[in-house]
């Protein structure tokens, strides 16, 4: 009998606890029957939660139904407190890319100076040192009173959030190029500004993509936390106006989504990654 | 030396020592190359060879001295002289004809491209690695990648070709071949060459002079050994000449021995200025012996004959 590749073992593997996790969660929020004799007007009153045993917390029939409902109007628009999930994503990615794109255009040439020079590096250092461990959110207030525009503000906190790792990462990746590239460049007498786009670029290249992968992974992270603050549209604020409706199905069905944007957003960074990749 | 195409005039290199003062690796290091000359340094390790070397390609800079390439002091790295690393140092993003490519567009910097690939091709040929220019470094092997760096340093059309034991990190046999093309390059293109190894045979094969130098810190130049070989030599039989081992002898015994007490054993006679050269003309005592030993049976033969 053949054995199946590593691959088809893994994806069996992930079906099958994927299974007992919906089977799992399905039993315990299932209907238990009627629980309680009580007067029908009593028991219209207090809904299925009571009556019928049922758990507050939605069963994973819900959450697919309510799902398939978004998927199939992802874009509907019916007022401020209700858009289709689609819509509030188009914003929520819109901000984040405007605040990471910033950032970026920001981070790489700020990387470069620090790791080319060691005298910025040193002297940059406190800054970057005090100012990174700042929560973004703590951001927040001041970014509100200065800016005076809340979509902005979160677009400026997703900037602040998406600088540090791309920067770090690029003024590690520019200082630590190999001393014999440089060698090289300089025997060729190769000028300073063709030495960084045609050796040191391509040779930090892949510090700077996993930096800017980091980057893009927390500012999706602070993405929701954002919107949940500024309210309006976005999908933290999807969630946030879900739960003031108490709409535990809805927050679910957002919480799957927010993931599988994620995942989309850092596999683009990934297949980025792997193209500026030299095996050495 | 009538001609003195490069001249190294009283170079030093000093580090400050932990605790004041300076450790000196070398200092007051005199050496004149001719043209189309090739020259071997031999020394142990840690004796700065290589410092000198990096002076020479201009990565380095002396405390005292200068150095004097075509009546000109060296200020810092330049085109005129290639500089082969030991390891090899290409760019890993870059393919074979790139890498070439780019050290062509670093010369000629108005060159079209279409003219400074067909220039890189032709070295790419002359080093024997037509057919692999749109590789990338990493799949090639050890031998092949310092082809590249060969090819890489000759396309650049350099006065002087600077190799830091441009082939101690290559088996044996690719490393012969290796020495080979190097050899045959050389003498079609009369290159100038400065090479460091720790290889005597190399060196012997190689070079017109071998200069020996002596354990740092504080190290010199010692000797300059004239390769009494001829020039016209092959690898099959240059170790059979009669000269061959005198040679190699003479090397070995100064790395064994001499290179650790060579200055007090010169007792003030030693002047930096005026490193000795020395031609091995004697054949070896041992091989003497052999001979001898040969021939005596020989006489008596004859004399049995008679």
């Known amino acids: 009998m053949k054995t199946a590749s590593l691959t088809g073992r893994a994806a069996v593997v992930s079906l099958a606890l994927l299974f007992c996790f919906l089977v799992a969660w399905h039993l315990a929020t299932r209907e238990t029957g009627t629980s309680q004799r009580m007067d029908p007007e009593y028991a219209k009153l207090m809904g299925v939660t009571a009556t019928q045993g049922k758990s507050a917390m939605p069963g994973p029939i819900d959450v697919g139904a309510k799902l398939w409902e978004h998927l199939r109007r992802p874009f509907y628009d019916n007022g401020p407190n209700d858009k289709g999930v689609g819509i509030q994503l188009a914003f929520s990615i819109a901000r984040v890319l405007t605040g990471y794109l910033l950032a970026i255009l920001v981070a790489v040439p700020a990387g470069f100076l620090i790791g080319m020079s060691p005298l910025m590096s040193k002297s940059l250092d406190p800054f970057i040192q005090v100012l990174k461990p700042i929560s973004p959110l703590a951001w927040m207030p001041l970014a509100l009173y200065t800016i005076k525009d809340s979509s902005l503000s979160a677009i400026f906190v997703i900037f602040i959030c998406s600088l540090w790792p791309t920067l770090i990462n690029t003024a590690f990746g520019v200082a630590s190029v190999r001393r014999e590239w440089l060698n090289v460049a300089k025997t060729l007498e190769v000028g300073t500004f063709r030495r960084a786009f045609t050796i040191i670029l391509p040779a930090a290249a892949p510090t700077i993509l996993t930096g800017m992968r980091i980057s893009i992974g927390i500012a999706w992270l602070v993405i929701v936390a954002a919107e949940m603050l500024v309210g309006g549209t976005g999908i933290g604020y999807f969630v946030w106006n879900e739960w003031n409706n108490l709409s535990i199905t809805n927050v679910i069905t957002a919480i799957l989504v927010i993931g599988i944007v994620g995942m989309l957003l850092d596999l683009m960074l990934a297949r980025l990654a792997r193209l500026v990749t030299f095996p050495e | ?306």
């Open chain 2, 1 to 306: 030396m009538s001609d003195r195409f490069i001249s190294i005039e009283g170079i030093g290199r000093s580090y400050p020592k932990s605790g004041g003062g300076y450790t000196s690796i070398f200092e007051n290091l005199w050496l004149s190359m001719e043209r189309g000359e090739f020259i071997c340094v031999i020394g142990h390790s840690g004796c700065g060879k290589t410092t000198v070397l990096n002076i020479l390609a201009g990565l380095d800079t002396p405390s005292g001295g200068a150095v004097i390439v075509d009546g000109q002091a060296i200020e810092g790295p330049s085109l005129d002289r290639a500089v082969i690393f030991q390891s090899h140092a290409l760019l890993p993003w870059r393919t074979v004809l790139g890498n070439v490519a780019y050290a062509v567009s670093s010369k000629w910097r108005d060159w079209k491209a279409a003219r400074v690939n067909a220039h890189a091709q032709r070295f790419i040929d002359l080093v024997g690695l037509g057919g692999a220019e749109h590789k990338r470094p990493a799949e090639l092997s050890g031998g092949m990648k310092q082809r590249v760096g060969i090819a890489r340093a000759l396309s650049i059309e350099p006065k002087i070709m600077l190799m830091d034991e441009p082939f101690s990190a290559l088996d044996a046999l690719t490393r012969g071949t290796l020495q080979d093309e190097v050899r045959r390059i050389c003498q079609e293109t009369g290159q100038t060459v400065f090479m460091i190894t720790h290889d005597v045979d190399e060196a012997i094969y190689l070079a017109d002079k071998v200069v020996l130098m002596t354990n740092g810190p504080g190290a010199v130049l010692a000797e300059i050994v004239e390769n009494p070989l001829p020039k016209e030599r092959a690898r099959s039989d240059f170790h059979r000449h009669p000269l061959y081992y005198a040679t190699r002898n003479h090397i070995l015994d100064f790395l064994v021995s001499r290179s650790r007490d060579f200055i007090e054993g010169a007792r003030g006679a030693y002047n930096p200025r005026e490193v000795p050269i020395l031609r091995p003309g004697l054949p070896e005592p041992a091989i003497a012996a052999v001979q001898d030993a040969s021939a005596k049976p020989n006489r008596s033969q004859h004399a049995a004959a008679h």
